[in-house]
């Protein structure tokens, strides 16, 4: 135990922002009705930890599971327009709530609720950071949550784990806490097999370990542990560490930013996306999709552009600068990229040498139909 708590403290060492995910299982009791007394503590640990000097925020589930408590339903609704009406109930209770707890410990905090399209839009991403950044420097502790209240499916981020990957992106965080119903990664379902383990430190992301991730969400949430590995792949790859822990005891969270050996630690990569990449490949809204041959695929995992030459279809209608999905001859989807031409102009150039672009569009914007600065490979990060 000793060793695995030094290899802790090595790990998690300098960590100075915090992003503490917490979900409704853990917010509500089994009827749906806000925990009060378990919130109270979630604050007073998140508090402290502020006046210890780190840089805190929240990201919040419980806005349809606190409406569910106040009128009086015991199942989540089914359609759209309900959850959303039971939510801009919820989110008010749960706001208020919040704000009373954080003032009792001489806490400010902020709301921010969010929406793909915040994360989508590049002046909205850039405006969301500026604004949690302001926050913290202020020592005001943001607290946000998806604008479930008239998000639609188009705009919607989906679940709260994700949303808090996303967050961990914008504000460059040290270290993302995801606190749940569950006590970590285990390699096999612990309700089942009694002899499952616990996972206390993941170096690598791969398909064993999101095999391992089974299983669905309680009534009242969204997501299961698949989406909390997600999220993980999702925060290392920034360069975020990940903690999955047990949200049953809220002091939890203090014994995993003090580096004690709590849930299941996912290390972050020791080569990180830059921010504009990762807002590429995971914050975007992606207008079509650009298939390339071997020969463009081999190209771009040497760093090297997409030119029009290696372009063999176009799907999807874009404008020039839209982010674009790049897809292998497999159809595996390899990458993310901002399109210097239509979609309408790629038709016309695809599979043509980029010296012939003027002559065929009668202009020419760039050699590239995507440049390497501009793209974020998935698959494999080089």
Same mark, same amino acid.
């Given at each position: 135990?000793?060793?695995?708590?030094?290899?802790?403290?090595?790990?998690?060492?300098?960590?100075?922002?915090?992003?503490?995910?917490?979900?409704?299982?853990?917010?509500?009791?089994?009827?749906?009705?806000?925990?009060?007394?378990?919130?109270?503590?979630?604050? $007073?640990?998140?508090?402290?930890?502020?006046?210890?000097?780190?840089?805190?925020?929240?990201?919040?589930?419980?806005?349809?599971?606190?409406?569910?408590?106040?009128?009086?339903?015991?199942?989540?609704?089914?359609?759209?327009?309900?959850?959303?009406?039971?939510? =801009?109930?919820?989110?008010?209770?749960?706001?208020?709530?919040?704000?009373?707890?954080?003032?009792?410990?001489?806490? *400010?905090?902020?709301?921010?609720?969010?929406?793909?399209?915040?994360?989508?839009?590049?002046?909205?991403?850039?405006?969301?950071?500026?604004?949690?950044?302001? $926050?913290?420097?202020?020592?005001?502790?943001?607290?946000?949550?998806?604008?479930?209240?008239?998000?639609?499916?188009?705009?919607?981020?989906?679940?709260?784990? *994700?949303?808090?990957?996303?967050?961990?992106?914008?504000?460059?965080?040290?270290?993302?806490?995801? $606190? =749940?119903?569950?006590?970590?990664?285990?390699?096999?379902?612990?309700?089942?097999?009694?002899?499952?383990?616990?996972?206390?430190?993941?170096?690598?992301?791969?398909?064993?370990?999101?095999?391992?991730?089974?299983?669905?969400?309680?009534?009242?949430? *969204?997501?299961?542990?698949?989406?909390?590995?997600?999220?993980?792949?999702?925060?290392?790859?920034?360069?975020?560490?990940?903690?999955?822990?047990?949200?049953?005891?809220?002091?939890?969270?203090?014994?995993?930013?003090?580096?004690?050996?709590?849930?299941?630690?996912?290390?972050?990569?020791?080569?990180?996306?830059?921010?504009?990449?990762?807002?590429?490949?995971?914050?975007?809204?992606?207008?079509?999709?650009? *298939?390339?041959?071997?020969?463009?695929?081999?190209? $771009?995992?040497?760093?090297?552009?997409?030119?029009?030459?290696?372009?063999?279809?176009?799907?999807?209608?874009?404008?020039?600068?839209?982010?674009?999905?790049?897809?292998?001859?497999?159809?595996?989807?390899?990458?993310?990229?901002?399109?210097?031409?239509?979609?309408?102009?790629?038709?016309?150039?695809?599979?043509?040498?980029?010296?012939?672009?003027?002559?065929?569009?009668?202009?020419?914007?760039?050699?590239?139909?995507?440049?390497?600065?501009?793209?974020?490979?998935?698959?494999?990060?080089?």
């Amino acid at each position: 135990m000793k060793n695995k708590e030094n290899k802790r403290e090595e790990i998690l060492k300098n960590i100075q922002k915090v992003v503490v995910k917490v979900g409704t299982s853990t917010l509500t009791k089994e009827d749906g009705n806000l925990n009060v007394e378990k919130i109270k503590k979630i604050v $007073l640990e998140l508090s402290n930890l502020s006046d210890k000097g780190y840089d805190i925020v929240l990201v919040t589930s419980g806005a349809i599971g606190a409406g569910m408590g106040k009128l009086n339903m015991t199942e989540r609704p089914k359609t759209l327009h309900e959850k959303q009406a039971l939510a =801009s109930v919820g989110q008010v209770a749960l706001t208020h709530l919040y704000q009373m707890l954080f003032h009792e410990y001489n806490k *400010t905090m902020g709301q921010l609720l969010l929406t793909k399209g915040d994360f989508s839009d590049r002046r909205r991403y850039l405006n969301a950071r500026n604004v949690c950044n302001t $926050l913290l420097k202020n020592k005001i502790i943001p607290v946000i949550n998806e604008n479930d209240a008239v998000v639609s499916d188009e705009i919607k981020v989906g679940d709260n784990d *994700t949303l808090s990957a996303l967050v961990a992106g914008l504000i460059d965080a040290d270290l993302l806490i995801i $606190l =749940s119903d569950v006590q970590g990664l285990y390699n096999k379902n612990p309700q089942k097999y009694r002899d499952a383990t616990l996972m206390e430190i993941v170096g690598d992301i791969n398909e064993d370990i999101k095999n391992m991730a089974g299983g669905e969400g309680s009534k009242f949430g *969204t997501g299961g542990m698949i989406t909390k590995i997600i999220a993980a792949e999702m925060a290392t790859k920034i360069g975020t560490h990940l903690v999955i822990s047990s949200g049953e005891n809220p002091q939890n969270i203090t014994k995993i930013v003090e580096k004690e050996n709590v849930g299941t630690l996912f290390v972050k990569k020791h080569k990180k996306i830059s921010s504009k990449k990762y807002w590429l490949a995971y914050g975007t809204n992606k207008k079509g999709i650009l *298939t390339i041959d071997e020969g463009a695929e081999s190209a $771009l995992y040497k760093g090297k552009s997409l030119l029009p030459v290696g372009i063999k279809s176009v799907e999807g209608a874009f404008n020039k600068g839209s982010v674009v999905k790049i897809e292998n001859m497999k159809k595996e989807v390899i990458a993310m990229g901002i399109s210097n031409y239509s979609s309408e102009e790629i038709n016309l150039i695809k599979g043509q040498h980029s010296e012939d672009i003027e002559n065929i569009l009668g202009h020419k914007y760039a050699d590239e139909a995507v440049h390497i600065d501009n793209v974020a490979k998935i698959n494999k990060i080089v």
